[in-house]
């Protein structure tokens, strides 16, 4: 349990980290992501997709909403979530849908199929 807290709470730091920065001033970041690859962003995020509905939650709740172009069809939480494009379930995303809409950070979670995520 406090294994997937200190996940929870990493990414949490992370989402807040690399998406609400108040200036350029912040990038790059790198960071290194939960299979060993380093991720560097060299600029703020514009063009967000969740693979997961708790991410989704999460993005929203940094007030993120305008930034997220694709979701899981599970997410259904806010309620806006629901007017995202949606980009195919938890376990089977559609990945040329994801690539179409030109994400400049796709978020996934441990729920997520590790090949999907691999591909991606």
Known sequence: ???KIGKLTGCLLFLLLICTGVSAEGY???????????????????RIISLAPSITEMLFSLDLGEKIVGVSSFADYPAEALTKEKIGTITDPN????????PDLVIG?????I???EKL
Do not use: C, Q, Y
């Open 115 to 117: 090949e999907n995520i």
């Open 95 to 102: 990945i040329e849908k994801i690539v179409s809409l030109k």
């Open 109 to 113: 979670a441990e729920i997520n199929n």
């Open 28 to 46: 790059p970041v790198s960071i290194i992501d939960d299979l060993g690859n380093e991720i560097t962003l060299h600029s703020e995020p514009e």
């Open 1 to 3: 349990m406090l294994d």
